[in-house]
């Protein structure tokens, strides 16, 4: 069974009644039970928690690492930074949501500005699954349509993705790379658009599935160590 532990500031859902009537035990709470609901092991953390809730021992316990932050990303202090980069190198995934594209550990590990074009007008949303074969949109549509979104445009300021597995539209006319997928040493990254705080999009079943395909393609895969460092030869010299 994957383990996966549900990163969240949990600020607005406490300080804004808009967020708070869609999310009022949190967004956390409402992604590790749709999670949950698929088969996987979830607990949840949140920032104001002693060490953020990411403590040594729950990332032992962690294969994937779901992350949603927006007004705080500074709060976040840089040791905690440092453990989490650490745990994706060694094989840990990681899923970055909606703002979290400015977290510190997103930017760290992509190494750009992750910034982006933005726009709060409740519009329409089409995300397009643009490479139907990738594990992440098995069981999808074509398509996914949100009826309330923020919109986020290109440029967005992250590198390449490895794969690009979701495009969006918006009613304003942009575009986005909404689902992009990364590997950075043995751990492999998904950074998925959807999900402002106000709009019920992590209710919606799609984006549910989409959630549980991703979990499921970062979690750890057993292999060889591959060893570092000197090594005697394997065959005579």
């Not at 397009?128 to 009826?147: K, M, Y």
């Amino acid at each position: 069974m994957v383990s996966v532990t549900v990163w969240n500031e949990f600020r607005h859902e406490r300080e804004d009644e808009a967020a708070r009537e869609q999310y009022p035990d949190g967004i956390h709470e409402t992604i590790a039970e749709s999670l949950e609901d698929r088969g996987f092991e979830t607990r949840t953390a949140t920032l104001d928690e002693p060490e953020h809730g990411l403590t040594e021992e729950v990332l032992d316990e962690t294969d994937v690492l779901t992350w949603w932050g927006h007004t705080a990303h500074d709060e976040v202090d840089d040791a905690i930074v440092d453990r989490v980069q650490e745990r994706v190198l060694a094989g840990m995934g990681l899923l970055v949501l909606h703002s979290g594209h400015y977290s510190k550990i997103f930017k760290r590990l992509m190494g750009t500005s992750c910034s982006l074009k933005w726009r709060e007008a409740e519009e329409r949303e089409r995300l397009w699954v643009v490479e139907p074969g990738h594990p992440i949109a098995e069981g999808l549509d074509e398509r996914i349509e949100l009826s309330e979104s923020e919109m986020y445009g290109e440029r967005f300021d992250v590198p390449a993705p490895d794969t690009l597995v979701f495009t969006s539209w918006f009613e304003g006319g942009e575009v986005f790379r909404s689902g992009c997928c990364y590997r950075r040493g043995a751990g492999r990254i998904f950074y998925f658009r959807p999900g402002h705080e106000t709009y019920p999009a992590y209710h919606q079943p799609e984006i549910q599935r989409v959630l549980a395909n991703a979990a499921e393609w970062a979690a750890p895969v057993d292999g060889p160590d591959p060893g570092f460092g000197e090594r005697d030869p394997l065959e005579s010299i």
